[in-house]
């Protein structure tokens, strides 16, 4: 359930900001399965992720980090 609101909020920055899931990936430099799992809430994304996304995507870890 957790892993879900984490890839719900991901999944609409990431289109917020114009990216697609290959494009985020790449420059993550990681693969385009592990977005994938983490925006369906499959994979709960790790620290290091998550910092890595707030970073490439100018929002801040607190507006990614799922409310109640």
Not at 27 to 52: A, C, H, I, N, Y
């Amino acid at each position: 359930m957790e892993a879900e609101k984490w890839g719900r909020r991901i999944r609409a920055f990431r289109k917020l900001k114009g990216y697609t899931q290959e494009g985020l990936a790449k420059d993550l430099g990681v693969s385009v399965s592990l977005v994938g799992e983490v925006e369906r809430g499959t994979r709960m994304p790790s620290k290091t992720f998550l910092e890595e996304v707030s970073e490439l995507l100018k929002v801040p870890l607190e507006d990614l980090t799922p409310k109640g």
